[in-house]
């Protein structure tokens, strides 16, 4: 049977199992498996056990749980309520004033979680209703949390990073230090479009100011000394080569242990909580690993990914065009699967394609880290939507249509790294080079 046909009955296969409710990993496996059985000789059984193994054998891999597990515990933590606290009188005095506070407080979370969901929760259990009582306009917050909340995926540490640098086999680090500038770039972003609503819609915008001194504001900004010396010690320890990212993950546990003790939120509970839902994420994300890796492995044996390069190679697109191409492709994905199946699903079949065009792996882990950020606001699976629902009570709809100019905004991110894309790779080769 011709590869490409082929490839769209397994695509078939893949839709139908899915809607039956079965794990994505489980599906991946069973797609594996039939199109070992239907296109090759070779034994579907060994190649299983061969490929889960040496996907799984990873010393790289071991940061993941460690990460996950320091998130699930700062979840835990006073450290939102502290967070807005310290940046309540800087932000005051900005167009859109505390509107901002989803931004900044997602982008600090971002350094030490890893999770979009753990930071978009976090925050907001501590912003919204603060915004609300003060009178902000209710779908701003709404949208800014959504989508500021994805964050926690593109500013390191991040969780789908270290899954699309086990996949892509990309330095974890490299991954790490190339994400902070798109991080502060989309930022950026959206605290400019807060800003001109707010200018837009001043009858929209309260207008308290928060009369502090600046002696005041320092004493208070000292309540984001444990999570600044938090990020210190896990990314601050990777840039400067002291420690390898699984290392400076059991660092950031530690860290995250020490903060929740002194917050006085660690108990038997709430440790027990962290611990399992830590294992429970864990091991989702490592049956998709390990799920994708025979994929990958039955991929080769269908001829498919061949075929997508040489049609790649052929058609004549340009690096510009097949980004294009691939973001569209990206997003209505992301209309029905979660950013971490999106990664596992894809990158096997996606990679040779794009180092065909000489796209820099680097550079498209960042876009692939994007671009799922954007999923993570689409219905009707966007994961952040579901987190924001749940805090919130208010409808998805409501708040994938909040959340609206920010996934415009997130293209737009895409773009400029398309044109700028030193800005992807200056923090990693100047490292490099010093």
Same mark, same amino acid.
């Given at each position: 049977?011709?590869?490409? +046909?082929?490839?769209?009955?397994?695509?078939?296969? /893949? @839709?139908?199992? /899915?809607?039956?409710?079965?794990?994505? *990993?489980?599906? +991946?496996?069973?797609?594996?498996?039939?199109?070992?059985?239907?296109?090759?000789?070779?034994?579907?059984?060994k190649v299983l056990a061969t490929s889960m193994w040496q996907m799984l054998d990873s010393w790289d891999l071991t940061a993941l749980p460690l990460f996950i597990w320091m998130g699930e515990i700062l979840y835990r933590t006073r450290l939102a309520a502290d967070m807005f606290d310290a940046l309540a009188p800087w932000l005051s005095r900005l167009p859109g004033r505390?509107?901002?506070?989803?931004?900044?407080?997602? *982008?600090i979370f971002a350094a030490v979680s890893g999770?979009?969901?753990?930071?978009?929760?976090?925050?907001?259990?501590?912003? +919204?209703?603060?915004?609300?009582?003060? *009178?902000y306009d209710r779908d701003l917050s709404l949208g800014s949390l959504a989508s500021s909340g994805s964050l926690g995926i593109l500013i390191p540490p991040s969780i789908p990073m270290i899954v699309y640098g086990v996949a892509a086999q990309v330095s974890i680090v490299r991954l790490f230090m190339a994400g902070v500038l798109p991080g502060l770039l989309l930022m950026a972003l959206f605290m400019a479009y807060i800003a001109a609503w707010s200018a837009l819609n001043p009858a929209r915008t309260p207008q308290e100011a928060?009369?502090?001194?600046?002696?005041?504001?320092?004493?208070?900004?000292?309540? #984001?000394?444990?999570? /600044?010396?938090?990020?210190?010690?896990?990314?601050?320890?990777?840039?400067? *080569?002291?420690?390898?990212?699984?290392e400076a993950a059991a660092v950031g546990v530690l860290g995250a242990l020490l903060v929740s003790l002194l917050s006085g939120s660690l108990n038997v509970e709430t440790l027990k909580a962290s611990i399992a839902g830590a294992v429970r994420t864990n091991c989702m994300v490592c049956l998709l690993l390990a799920a994708s890796a025979f994929l990958s492995m039955a991929m080769g044996f269908t001829g498919l990914p061949r075929k997508l390069s040489e049609w790649i190679t052929g058609s004549g697109l340009s690096a510009t065009q097949l980004i294009a191409v691939l973001t569209l492709f990206y997003i209505v994905l992301g209309c029905f699967?979660?950013?971490?199946?999106?990664?596992?699903?894809?990158?096997?079949?996606? #990679?040779?394609?794009?180092q065909k065009a000489g796209i820099d792996t680097l550079w498209f882990g960042i876009f692939v880290i994007i671009v799922v950020e954007m999923a993570q606001v689409t219905p009707p699976v966007g994961f952040n939507l579901f987190v924001v629902e749940g805090i919130t009570g208010e409808s998805m709809m409501?708040?994938?249509?909040?959340? @609206?100019?920010?996934? +415009?905004?997130?293209?737009?991110?895409?773009?400029?790294?398309?044109a700028f894309p030193q800005i992807v790779s200056l923090?990693?080769?100047?490292?490099?080079?010093g």
């Open positions: 049977m011709d590869p490409v +046909l082929f490839g769209v009955v397994l695509i078939v296969v /893949l @839709l139908s199992l /899915l809607a039956t409710g079965l794990w994505i *990993g489980l599906s +991946l496996i069973v797609v594996a498996w039939v199109a070992i059985m239907a296109m090759s000789s070779a034994p579907a059984g505390l509107m901002h506070i989803n931004v900044a407080g997602c *982008g999770s979009s969901a753990a930071t978009a929760a976090t925050i907001g259990r501590m912003t +919204l209703p603060e915004l609300a009582r003060r *009178g928060v009369s502090l001194s600046i002696a005041e504001r320092i004493r208070g900004t000292r309540r #984001l000394l444990p999570v /600044l010396l938090l990020i210190v010690a896990v990314i601050g320890t990777i840039y400067t *080569g002291v420690a390898t990212p699984t699967l979660d950013g971490i199946s999106m990664i596992v699903l894809t990158v096997s079949v996606v #990679l040779p394609s794009i409501r708040i994938a249509r909040a959340s @609206l100019p920010f996934f +415009l905004l997130m293209i737009a991110a895409v773009a400029i790294l398309m923090i990693p080769d100047s490292m490099t080079k």
